[in-house]
């Protein structure tokens, strides 16, 4: 073994990056069960579900189905290799696990990808929490937020000051926990609340159902030229993400009471998620059919069609917003982890220094609140970012750790299994990119 890959053996990186025992009290005897799902199904259910529905308008609603629950069994696997990988490796960390098969570079890069990919996500989350609750103005005309329906307009309600209100009263009370399981509640909540869409939607489907208000959904994609075909695989890059939650995955095993229990807490993690995703999609693909916007979320902005429809829409909004805002800090978690990974490898684990722990957690929050709020093109960096590193942190490195296969441990199918992961994360990463520059250029062009 040459001396570099001995010394990254040796190194801190491949220490677990959370204390087994609580930093402040020391009293922690590992996380529970449930508590590992909540945490593991917030990280896949973050802002995503809401572009769901609209893969089913455009793939039918039997297709459209049927590719959801692939890819969560694609997800599932990718996640079972990384733990199997992981265990043969003895390390305790994901950029261990990429630094014992590539070694520093692959360690670097992995945590610049998940860096980048957090980092885009939060600061989304960040718009989308403005946009829906202080509104937004485009081309001159402001759209009125749900506070501002509610209340009027006030400086606390203004879109910066609300956003520094809900970062110093909501996030940063939520970040400051050294330990992901410290999050099972809010998790938990989170969850809740997007079976609450789930319900709210189906509710509502059921009375338009009742009233001969709503008709049967179209089972197949309806293809009427070559541009309608190529439109199905606009949905590859929403579908190859809607599981993504890979990075967070040794920091919730690592706190476990009894680690056997992560291949059962990744599966059924994946299939209340892909349960609440088929059911967001079918019933909001039902209730708006050929309607269906893109982020349904718009959708519910307008007369539903069944009384108390304004009532509705505040709750679906408001629901969904704190949904958000509670899967910022799982997030946020493992961002703070590889951040202080790539900028201090070497030293103790960040929960057992304050100083840095608190120093990295203000530096980010900053920056998201500052790219959130400053920054109006940032949401089209972030589109090429995201096209990139999200799907390299879920299937690229996954597939290439088992093609490399240090520990001769793959099977034939781990690697056909990783050659498609590669296919698919290279498609995907392909259309969206190409999509975002015709809809640049166009818009552009428009202009």
């Given amino acids: 073994m040459p001396s570099s890959d001995r010394k990254h053996r040796r190194s801190p990186k ?79 960390s994901y950029s261990g696990l990429a630094g014992d098969a590539f070694g520093g570079f692959g360690r670097t890069l992995l945590q610049g990808c998940i860096v980048i990919n957090n980092l885009g996500t939060l600061v989304v989350y960040m718009i989308i929490i403005g946009d829906v609750l202080s509104g937004t103005s485009s081309d001159g005309v402001h759209y009125s937020g749900v506070t501002e329906e509610w209340f009027g307009q006030h400086w606390w309600n203004s879109r910066s000051n609300f956003l520094l209100l809900t970062t110093l009263f909501v996030f940063a009370p939520l970040i400051s926990f050294k330990r992901v399981d410290s999050l099972r509640y809010t998790s938990a909540l989170s969850v809740a609340l997007a079976v609450v869409f789930v319900v709210i939607t189906a509710g509502i489907v059921i009375v338009k159902f009742i009233n001969g208000s709503i008709g049967m959904p179209r089972l197949l994609p309806k293809l009427v030229d070559q541009a309608s075909f190529w439109k199905l695989f606009t949905t590859v890059p929403v579908l190859v993400t809607a599981y993504i939650c890979h990075h967070n995955i040794h920091p919730i095993e690592n706190e476990l009471r009894d680690v056997s229990q992560m291949k059962s807490i990744v599966r059924t993690s994946i299939v209340l998620c892909s349960t609440v995703y088929v059911a967001t999609s079918f019933f909001g693909f039902l209730l708006f ?159």
């Fill in 289 to 447: 059919g050929d309607h269906t916007l893109d982020d349904v979320l718009a959708n519910f902005d307008g007369e539903l069609g069944i009384p108390y429809s304004s009532l509705l829409n505040d709750v679906v909004r408001v629901s969904y917003v704190i949904h958000v805002m509670l899967v910022f800090p799982i997030v946020f978690f493992s961002l703070r982890l590889n951040m202080d990974g790539l900028f201090f490898p070497y030293a103790i684990p960040i929960a057992y220094d304050n100083r840095r722990f608190f120093s990295v957690t203000a530096a980010l929050m900053c920056f998201v609140f500052l790219g959130a709020n400053c920054v109006p093109s940032i949401w089209d960096a972030f589109q090429f970012t995201g096209a990139t590193a999200t799907v390299s942190v879920g299937f690229i490195f996954p597939a290439a750790i088992v093609l490399r296969d240090t520990h001769g441990i793959a099977t034939k199918r781990d690697r056909l299994v990783s050659l498609v992961m590669i296919l698919l994360a290279v498609s995907s990463s392909t259309v969206a990119i190409c999509s975002d520059i015709y809809s640049i250029f166009n818009i552009e062009i428009e202009a």
């Fill in 14 to 92: 491949t220490a677990p990056l959370l204390p087994q025992k609580d930093a402040d009290s020391g009293h922690f005897n590992g996380a529970s069960f449930s508590g590992a799902v909540f945490n593991l199904s917030t990280t896949i259910v973050g802002a995503g579900i809401m572009a769901l529905p609209a893969t089913l308008k455009q793939l039918g609603a039997i297709p459209g189905v049927i590719v959801i629950i692939l890819a969560a069994l694609l997800t599932e696997k990718s996640i079972e290799m990384l733990l199997r990988f992981t265990r043969a490796s003895k390390s305790a």
